[in-house]
């Protein structure tokens, strides 16, 4: 267990090092290797140990150290995803990187941020989860600025101030919490708070953390990073942190304080799902005034964080297997956006699609695979994004909330258009001259782009088995609520 | 135990359509090799299968209700032998007739393909599957016809609206059926017709097999498709298989899923649809000149007869009604191949241009007249049996009208046969006929078999009888119904009997009159009729397709589509095209103006956030 994390994080530190001997090939192999190889492990124990929950204890020379690890579903759909996202990109990077030079020290950040991540959620208890939360973003305000030019650097420092208020408040969370629980760990927060009695602390401590990890999450009102960040920086930023930073730091902690370790009570659910809902519209109302590429997927990663923010807020099983299967899709496909508008700018030279046109016969792969994508975020059938969203809307009906149903279908809508404004801009119309000497990306990139529109329509096809075999034992555990505690307790 | 043949005898054809989907087998010995051989094989199986007698087979599938559930009853495997002899039949046929078609290897997919689907849907012993099986037939059939030529698909389109209205019909009945019996399994007891809501399933559930049928008013792409369609589509679809397939579900229909009582107001309903087709269909099928038209009116009429004999809900009626279908599928496929024949020979079937061909093409013109008098119910033919069957039981029902309805239809149906044969094969040789010669063996063998089993089926009408259609109907035929029907079969000396051999002889007394009248022109021997004062408007309306609900259903719809573009939609287009669009980007436009990248601005959102998160969890704690 201690592997998925220590191993991309000693490589981590590693590479650097392996960066100044040699300047190409061999951080791409290992950093690919690694993560291909943790990707089946994940995959593998999925399969395995899908089974409640499994915590293991580190021994340093004979001494049980007081950090642990847990195995549970939402971990397990977590890790996987984390992997098969951080191989699918660090294939992409073997071309994508080769302009900004210094791989060593990219991949460095990369896989930091990898291996931090999956501590994030292997964490037991909320500091060691906030450590790890720091460590995933230090890694990305590095990446962010990666480039090194104005615009980069200045990003870099705005995503820094600002996140410094989601560190601040989360921090405060945790200071709260263990003065009048006297404990950090999962299992000592949440019993020490339903023993206090006092629900209104218990409330002051769930506020700051959502507003923390909402900010993690790029949920409304705290969403002022993301595009901004998304924008200058390489393009596998935005797809790592879109596809990865999110949902772990934002979306994943979410679920675990607020099902598992509070439970959900007072107004929690209600001011989850307000603020699932007026992301979903407002995210998609702002991407459809975009003009460049990222930014409008900017937008639109908040819109879909709002859309798994209402399914899980629910809390209905339904609400919960939707939430999470969104979750899993979305990764995937805005990752896969993402990697296009990575790979259609490193053609063209240009963050803005609005004054491309006809690129879709200079770059068939690149077109399909964004076809591909757009539609499976506009849930068209029978590409996964769809099914996900359906089993959302379904909750929302079987609540008996017609108008968030309503309006979840409304933003699908919007979310199609906003896609075919995109589609049109770049790859369809008419062809603009001006790109006459446009090539397709080179083949590492290809295949990861490919890859992740096949993953987008398999997933779609095979739907069921992908929710029976992740997305279920992930959604007991969420909707176990505070009786994950006993679990964590060993019983 | 589950028996694999069962899903062996569909899955047969798919593979072979599979196969014949690649490019490789487009040759024309690969091709005529796989076709052929594959319907032979499937004919073997459909024997083999009929001579087990009843088998199962079943396995879970979408629920407990919509199980993966095939059986076969002596009911339906009999007619699958039927339907699958058919199939092998058209595909030798074809392969010959259509060697030059452009769309040859199309069709034989499609024969494939249709022979996998209807196995399906004679096997299916569940609703779901079975409306798939149904539904899917729509499709290979409006390809069928949409193959015949450039503007051949707005036939098929027809045909494709009028079933899939009949079907939709019978969707509506098995979901009401369904409420009703609260199973979707095929072989549970019949529901006896005690409300009203049961009459109106059985009803809709009659409708969708008569219209898969081709009874009135869903037969009116069948003359069009006659001109349109390839020749073998036209022997095998409206010539035979959806007649077995219509009349199939039919007598399921009446014999297993619902109870009736004969002479109930359901069993008059059903005469009355059946005496009706019989008329206007044959009186429509007189005044053709052209032969494949005239032949498809009579494919509609037929199927008058059947329904007529099955809605008796007599064991004569029914038996005659079945033997029926069966005599039909054999002498009007026959027929069709016959005029498959004559326009390969000639390049035409426009009775105007022909005549004299019986020297040209013996066999041939002998074929056609065994067939022909098959269809006209002359004694010793298979058709005398079995229409003196059905006008039996509509006679025993005491309703006159209805018995006189069919022996009008059998005078009609002498006077337009006597007038395509004399047109055709007698008279003076003409130009297109002066060089024609007989085709080759794979033409005129299949008629020539079907015109062979007609005599048989005539002669020796015992066999078919007591080996296919008595088992089908099981305990509900007593012995005594089964003597009393076997002696009737080819007696001459019965009321019913004498009446129609006299409506023989008037029949061939107004053909006569008819082209002495018209100056010796064997085609025109029908317009004495055609020129009657009141008649002849009626017909002009129909020749215009007044009468015709596709037509005038599009009539209307176009009618009423112009309406509410103008006023209902070119409106609201209006609203969505100014008034939403401004709208929107007013709004994206505020929200933009916010996002202006200063991070104090989202700094403050944040605060702000907080602060407001914390006031409502606060404030709203009891």
């Known amino acids: 267990m201690l592997l998925f994390v220590a191993f991309p994080m000693i490589l981590a530190g590693l590479m650097p090092l392996i960066g100044k001997f040699s300047k190409r090939s061999l951080p791409d192999i290992l950093s690919a290797i690694t993560l291909f190889i943790l990707m089946v492990l994940s995959g593998l124990l999925a399969a395995i140990m899908n089974k409640g929950v499994t915590i ?195 979306i994943y902690a979410i679920c675990r304080i607020f099902f598992n370790i509070f439970g959900l009570f007072g107004e929690l659910p209600s001011l989850l799902i307000w603020i699932g809902t007026i992301s979903i519209i407002g995210g998609a109302l702002l991407a459809m005034g975009q003009k460049e590429t990222r930014r409008m997927f900017a937008y639109s990663s908040i819109s879909q964080a709002g859309y798994i923010v209402l399914g899980i807020g629910l809390g209905t099983p339904l609400g919960i297997i939707g939430g999470l299967f969104h979750l899993f899709n979305h990764s995937i496909f805005k990752t896969l956006l993402f990697l296009n508008a990575g790979s259609l700018e490193r053609a063209t030279g240009t963050r803005t699609f609005s004054n491309l046109g006809g690129l879709g016969t200079k770059m068939p792969i690149t077109s399909a695979t964004s076809l591909a994508g757009c539609l499976s975020l506009a849930g068209v059938p029978p590409f996964n994004g769809f099914w996900s969203k359906l089993l959302i809307v379904l909750a929302l009906v079987e609540v008996q909330r017609y108008g968030l149903a309503i309006i979840a279908i409304l933003v699908s809508v919007l979310t199609l258009w906003y896609c075919l404004i995109f589609q049109r801009g770049a790859f369809f119309g008419k062809f603009n001259t001006n790109w006459s000497h446009v090539k397709e990306s080179p083949f590492w990139m290809r295949a990861s782009m490919v890859s992740l529109a096949l993953i987008c329509l398999l997933s779609g096809l095979i739907f069921p088995v992908i929710i029976r075999g992740w997305i279920e034992p992930a959604a007991r555990i969420v909707s176990s609520g505070v009786r994950y505690l006993l679990y964590c307790a060993g019983y | 135990m589950n028996n694999p043949l069962l899903l062996m005898i569909i899955f047969l054809p798919l593979l072979g359509a599979a196969i014949s989907l690649l490019p490789a087998v487009r040759k024309a010995p690969i091709r005529a090799i796989l076709s052929v051989g594959t319907t032979f094989l499937h004919f073997i199986l459909c024997i083999s299968l009929f001579t087990k007698g009843s088998v199962f087979f079943f396995a879970p599938w979408i629920s407990q209700d919509i199980a993966f559930s095939f059986s076969s009853s002596p009911l339906s495997s009999f007619i699958l032998v039927t339907a699958s002899f058919f199939l092998f039949l058209t595909a030798l046929y074809a392969v010959r007739n259509m060697d030059f078609h452009p769309a040859i290897d199309h069709f034989l997919s499609l024969l494939l393909f249709t022979a996998s689907l209807a196995s399906g849907a004679f096997l299916a012993n569940n609703f779901v599957l079975f409306l798939f099986f149904w539904e899917a037939l729509l499709i290979t059939l409006y390809a069928m016809i949409a193959i015949g030529g450039p503007h051949a698909w707005r036939t098929g389109l027809k045909g494709f609206v009028l079933a899939g209205t009949a079907d939709f019909a019978l969707i509506l009945g098995i979901a009401l059926l369904w409420k009703l019996t609260g199973t979707l399994s095929m072989s549970a007891p019949g529901l006896a017709i005690a409300s009203k809501s049961a009459a109106a399933a059985f009803i809709l559930m009659a409708l969708g097999a008569m219209g898969k049928a081709g009874a009135m008013p ?49 069993s008059i309903t059903m005469m009355t649809i059946g005496s009706l087709t019989i008329l ?59 005029a498959g024949s004559v326009e390969r020979a000639t390049g035409t079937t426009d009775m105007e241009l022909l ?112 080996r296919f259609f008595y088992p089908a109907l099981g305990p509900r035929l007593s012995l005594y119904h089964a003597a009393e029907i076997s002696s009737h079969g080819l007696s001459l000396f019965t009321p019913v009997a004498l009446i129609s051999i006299c409506c023989l002889v008037i029949a061939f007394l107004i053909h006569l009159y008819g082209w002495k009248k018209s100056g010796k022109v064997a085609h025109m021997s029908s317009d004495v009729i055609h020129r009657l004062p009141v008649i002849h408007t009626i017909y002009n309306l129909a020749e215009n397709r007044i009468f015709d609900i596709y037509e005038q259903g599009v009539r209307f719809i176009t009618w009423l589509s112009n309406i509410l573009h103008q006023n209902l939609d070119r409106p609201v287009d209006a609203f969505y095209e100014k008034t939403i669009p401004s709208t929107g980007k007013r709004i994206v436009q505020t929200l933009r103006t916010f996002h202006n990248g200063f991070y104090a601005n989202y700094l403050a959102w944040c605060v702000g956030g907080l602060i407001i998160i914390i006031f409502t969890l606060i404030t709203r704690v009891k």
């Open chain 2, 280 to 338: 206007f269909a044959v009186a429509m099928a007189l005044i053709q000149k052209d032969f494949k038209r005239l032949l498809s009116y009579h494919a509609v009429s037929q199927v008058g007869y059947m329904i007529l004999g099955i809605g008796t809900c007599l064991p004569i009626g029914i038996i005659g009604g079945l033997f029926h279908m069966l005599n039909n599928a054999l002498y009007k496929s026959g027929l069709f191949f016959c």
């Open chain 2, 218 to 266: 869903f037969h009116t792409w069948i003359p069009d498709a006659a001109i349109d369609a390839p020749l073998p589509v036209m022997a095998l679809l409206p010539g035979a298989l959806e007649k077995l397939l219509g009349i199939y579900l039919f007598t399921r229909i009446v014999l297993d899923f619902f109870v009736l009582i004969p002479g109930g107001g359901l």
């Open chain 1, 56 to 250: 293991h204890q580190p021994m340093v020379m004979g001494q049980k150290l007081s950090i642990s690890l847990a195995f549970d579903g939402l971990t397990l759909l977590l890790l996987f995803i984390i992997y098969l996202i951080g191989f699918l990109v660090s294939i992409f990077s073997i071309n994508y990187m080769e302009e900004y030079g210094s791989k060593g020290n990219y991949y460095g950040l990369f896989l930091l941020m990898i291996a931090s991540m999956s501590g994030l959620i292997l964490a037991t208890d909320l500091f060691t989860l906030y450590l790890f939360l720091e460590a995933a973003a230090i890694a990305s305000y590095g990446l962010v600025g990666f480039g090194l030019g104005r615009e980069e650097l200045e990003a870099s420092f705005k995503y820094l101030m600002l996140s410094a208020f989601a560190s601040a408040s989360i921090l405060l969370g945790i200071i709260i919490a263990f003065a009048f629980t006297g404990s950090i760990d999962f299992l000592g927060v949440g019993s020490g708070f339903l023993m206090l009695g006092q629900p209104k602390i218990a409330l002051i401590c769930a506020a700051l953390f959502l507003a923390g990890f909402g900010m993690k999450a790029a949920l409304i009102p705290f969403h002022g990073w993301v595009p901004d960040a998304y924008t200058p920086s390489p393009a596998v930023l935005p797809a790592l942190s879109s596809g990865l930073l999110i949902k772990t730091a934002g």
């Open chain 2, 355 to 466: 005549g004299g061909l019986g020297k040209r093409m013996p066999l041939t013109a002998i074929t056609y007249f065994i067939l022909a008098a098959a269809i006209s119910g002359i004694w010793p033919l298979n058709g005398f049996v079995s229409k003196e069957m059905v006008i039996e039981g509509a006679f025993k029902e005491g309703w006159i009208f209805f018995a006189s309805a069919a022996w009008i239809g059998a005078i009609f149906t002498f006077v337009s046969f006597l007038k395509a044969g004399h047109a055709i094969f007698l008279g003076k040789t003409q130009e297109t006929t002066s060089s024609a010669n007989e085709n080759e063996w794979n033409i005129w063998a299949p008629p020539a078999i079907l015109a062979l089993l007609s005599i048989l089926f005539g002669i020796g009408f015992r066999i078919p009888l007591e």
